[in-house]
C-alpha cells in the first residue's frame, strides 16, 4: 500500500500546481455535432522543482514499487466521492476517463483526462467541470490509502481561468467572452493569488484551448487566436499574468 503521508506532500504540491504550469484542453468536434473535450497539464517541471527542494520523500520511489506510475481512472470511480456534484454533471462526466504517468527518473510527470459528448451545448459545462476532474483524479490517483467520507476541505485553490468567461458553442458560431462582473473581482480569487506569489519564483503558468472544428473557419476573432494553415484547428494561447493585465486577451469569435 502507497502510504498516504508520503503523498500528502506530493499531492498537495500537484493538485496546486495541476492548475499551475501548462494547461492545454482541447475540444475536438465531429460533423454530427458529438465529440470530446480532453485536458492535458504537464507537471515536469514541479517535479523537478520539488527535488531542486530537496523536498521528495527519500523512499517514495520504493513506495511506488520502484515502478513508474501509469494508470487510466474511469471518472464515473471520482465522481462517485464528490458528493457537491449535480447528477446532470455526473451523467456527463460518466464516460470520461483520467490518466496519470508518473516517473521519478525521468521526471516525466503528466495528467490528461478525456470526456466524451453529445452535444454542443455540453461542451461549455465540460469546460468547467474538466478542471475539476484534473484535481479529482489526480489526488484520488496517488492517494489510494484515503478513507471514504473523508472531507476535502484541505484542498488547495485551484486555477480556473474558464469560469472568468462565458462561452457558447453553436453549429456555425463560437464564442468567448469576458464576464466583466465576475472579473472585477479577480483580486479575491484564491488561486490566483498563490499563483501571483509563485511568479515571484519566475512561474507563470499557461493555459492553451484548441479547438477542432468539423469543416474549415469563415472567420477567427481574438488578440490570442491562430487558425492552422487547413482552417480546422483554432488555438487559443494565454498566461496567468496576461489574463490579470486584460481579461479581454483570452475572447474570441469563431464563425465556421
Same mark, same amino acid.
Do not use: W
Given at each position: 500500500?502507497?502510504?498516504?503521508?508520503?503523498?500528502?506532500?506530493?499531492?498537495?504540491?500537484?493538485?496546486?500546481?495541476?492548475?499551475?504550469?501548462?494547461?492545454?484542453?482541447?475540444? !475536438?468536434?465531429?460533423?454530427? *455535432?458529438?465529440? /470530446?473535450?480532453?485536458? &492535458?497539464?504537464?507537471?515536469?517541471?514541479?517535479?523537478?522543482?520539488?527535488?531542486?527542494? *530537496?523536498?521528495? =520523500?527519500?523512499?517514495?520511489?520504493?513506495?511506488?514499487?520502484?515502478?513508474? $506510475?501509469? !494508470?487510466? $481512472?474511469?471518472?464515473?470511480? $471520482?465522481?462517485?466521492?464528490?458528493? %457537491?456534484?449535480? /447528477?446532470?454533471?455526473?451523467?456527463?462526466?460518466?464516460?470520461?476517463?483520467?490518466?496519470?504517468?508518473?516517473?521519478?527518473?525521468?521526471?516525466?510527470?503528466?495528467?490528461?483526462?478525456?470526456?466524451?459528448?453529445?452535444?454542443?451545448?455540453?461542451?461549455?459545462?465540460?469546460?468547467?467541470?474538466?478542471?475539476?476532474?484534473?484535481?479529482?483524479?489526480?489526488?484520488?490517483?496517488?492517494? +489510494? /490509502? #484515503? +478513507?471514504?467520507?473523508?472531507?476535502?476541505?484541505?484542498?488547495?485553490?485551484?486555477?480556473?481561468?474558464?469560469?472568468? &468567461?462565458?462561452?457558447? &458553442?453553436?453549429?456555425?458560431? $463560437?464564442?468567448?467572452?469576458?464576464?466583466?462582473?465576475?472579473?472585477?473581482?479577480?483580486?479575491?480569487?484564491?488561486?490566483? #493569488?498563490?499563483?501571483?506569489?509563485?511568479?515571484?519564483?519566475?512561474?507563470? =503558468?499557461?493555459?492553451?484551448?484548441?479547438?477542432?472544428? =468539423?469543416?474549415?473557419?469563415? #472567420?477567427?476573432?481574438?488578440?490570442?487566436?491562430?487558425?492552422?494553415? %487547413?482552417?480546422?484547428?483554432?488555438?487559443? +494561447?494565454?498566461?496567468?499574468?496576461?489574463?490579470?493585465?486584460?481579461?479581454?486577451?483570452?475572447?474570441?469569435?469563431?464563425? &465556421?
Amino acid at each position: 500500500h502507497m502510504k498516504s503521508k508520503l503523498f500528502v506532500l506530493l499531492v498537495a504540491v500537484a493538485t496546486f500546481f495541476t492548475s499551475c504550469l501548462e494547461v492545454v484542453q482541447e475540444v !475536438t468536434i465531429k460533423p454530427d *455535432g458529438g465529440g /470530446d473535450v480532453s485536458s &492535458y497539464s504537464n507537471l515536469g517541471p514541479m517535479l523537478e522543482m520539488v527535488k531542486a527542494m *530537496g523536498q521528495m =520523500p527519500p523512499d517514495l520511489k520504493e513506495k511506488m514499487g520502484g515502478k513508474a $506510475i501509469d !494508470t487510466t $481512472i474511469q471518472l464515473s470511480a $471520482i465522481t462517485d466521492s464528490l458528493k %457537491d456534484l449535480a /447528477d446532470a454533471d455526473r451523467k456527463l462526466l460518466a464516460n470520461g476517463t483520467f490518466n496519470l504517468k508518473l516517473n521519478l527518473d525521468t521526471d516525466e510527470f503528466s495528467t490528461r483526462n478525456n470526456i466524451p459528448f453529445k452535444s454542443l451545448g455540453d461542451i461549455n459545462k465540460l469546460e468547467q467541470l474538466s478542471a475539476k476532474m484534473m484535481d479529482k483524479g489526480l489526488t484520488q490517483a496517488l492517494d +489510494k /490509502d #484515503k +478513507k471514504e467520507g473523508q472531507d476535502d476541505d484541505g484542498d488547495m485553490p485551484s486555477v480556473n481561468l474558464t469560469g472568468y &468567461y462565458n462561452t457558447t &458553442y453553436g453549429k456555425n458560431l $463560437i464564442e468567448r467572452k469576458l464576464d466583466k462582473t465576475k472579473y472585477a473581482g479577480v483580486d479575491n480569487d484564491e488561486g490566483l #493569488k498563490a499563483v501571483k506569489e509563485m511568479s515571484s519564483l519566475g512561474v507563470n =503558468p499557461t493555459t492553451s484551448l484548441v479547438i477542432n472544428l =468539423p469543416r474549415a473557419a469563415k #472567420k477567427v476573432e481574438g488578440k490570442n487566436a491562430t487558425l492552422s494553415e %487547413d482552417k480546422k484547428k483554432v488555438t487559443i +494561447k494565454g498566461d496567468v499574468e496576461s489574463f490579470l493585465n486584460d481579461g479581454s486577451a483570452m475572447e474570441f469569435r469563431i464563425e &465556421y
